[in-house]
C-alpha cells in the first residue's frame, strides 16, 4: 500500500496529445498544452494518501501481533475496508476526472493495480491465519 502514495494512479490523455489529466494520491493535475505543459487546475487527493497511510499502518501492525491470531483476523478485516475504501477513492476520483477531456477514456495505472493487489494478498493472509487458528484448535482437543 506504500506504493500507492508514490506511483501514478490514473491517467488520461486527449487524443491530440495536448491536455492531460493525472491523478496520484495527492493531487487531480489537469495540465494543457503539449510540450510546454501549463498546469490549469490541481484538486487535492489527500483521502486516497490517507486511507493508503491507515492500511499499511494496520498491516504492519498486524504483522507482529503474530501471538494472537484472533487480533490478526480482526484487524485484517479492518484493513480491508481501508484498502477497500482506498480503491473506492481511487475509483472516485477517475470518474469525477473523466469528463474533463470529452470523448476519450483514462487509464487505470501501476499504483491502481497494486492497491487491488494488497486487498487480494490481505485476504490471503486472512486465510491462512483462520486456517492456522483451526488447526491449533483442533491439536487442543487432541490433548
Known amino acids: ?36 505543459d501549463a498546469e ?5 487527493t489527500w483521502y486516497i494518501s490517507l486511507a493508503a ?16 491470531r484472533m487480533t490478526q483476523m480482526k484487524l485484517s478485516a479492518v484493513n480491508s475496508l481501508f484498502i477497500g475504501a482506498t480503491i473506492g477513492l481511487i475509483y472516485f476520483f477517475s470518474t469525477r476526472a473523466e ?24 485476504w490471503l493472509a486472512k486465510h491462512f491465519i483462520q486456517k492456522d487458528e483451526k488447526l491449533v484448535r483442533s491439536a487442543d482437543r487432541i490433548r
Open 53 to 68: 497511510l491507515f492500511a499499511s499502518g494496520i498491516a504492519m501492525f498486524t504483522i507482529f501481533k503474530f501471538r494472537n
Open 99 to 122: 469528463p474533463i477531456i470529452a470523448n476519450h477514456q483514462g487509464e487505470f495505472e501501476i499504483g491502481s493495480y497494486i492497491a487491488a493487489a494488497a486487498l487480494f494478498f490481505n
Open 40 to 44: 490549469i487546475s490541481t484538486k487535492p
Open 1 to 36: 500500500m506504500l506504493g500507492v502514495l508514490f506511483l501514478p494512479l490514473w491517467s488520461e490523455v486527449s487524443p491530440d496529445g495536448s491536455e492531460t489529466v493525472n491523478i496520484n494520491a495527492y493531487s487531480l493535475v489537469y495540465t494543457q498544452g503539449g510540450l510546454t
